[in-house]
């Protein structure tokens, strides 16, 4: 059973940083592609962040390019967000995802699995 598992959320100042981390098992991790997607109350799921199997590649929507970077770590089935310079925007679940499709795909129809999701709230 696959599972991918977020954490790592919280409440921060704007201009603060946080670092979400997912696990995931179940999976052989370095078959998948993973991404970070995000949905704020009363708006739809958006994608964030994207890597490639072997981590090589890394895609970003334009709002977060420069404060977020996506990493991952193959050896311990790991997938990390780190998130500098919020901004009260930023207000989210994010949620954490696996998919085979190519990872330059960032719909989230491109993705099979995902986890539970974890809040984030920035405060101006």
């Known amino acids: 059973q696959v599972q991918l598992v977020e954490s790592g959320g919280g409440l921060v100042q704007a201009g603060g940083s946080l670092r979400l981390s997912c696990a995931a098992s179940?999976?052989?991790?370095?078959?998948?592609?993973m991404g970070w997607f995000r949905q704020a109350p009363g708006k739809e799921r958006e994608f964030v962040a994207t890597i490639s199997r072997s981590g090589s590649s890394t895609y970003y929507t334009d709002s977060v390019k420069g404060r977020f970077t996506i990493s991952r770590d193959n050896a311990k089935n790991m997938v990390y967000l780190q998130m500098n310079s919020l901004k009260p925007e930023d207000t989210a679940v994010y949620y954490c995802?696996?998919?085979?499709?190519?990872?330059?795909?960032?719909?989230?129809?491109?993705?099979?699995?995902w986890g539970q999701g974890t809040q984030v709230t920035v405060s101006s």
């Open positions: 995802a696996g998919g085979q499709r190519a990872v330059f795909l960032v719909g989230a129809d491109t993705y099979d699995y």
């Open positions: 179940g999976l052989t991790f370095n078959n998948y592609k």
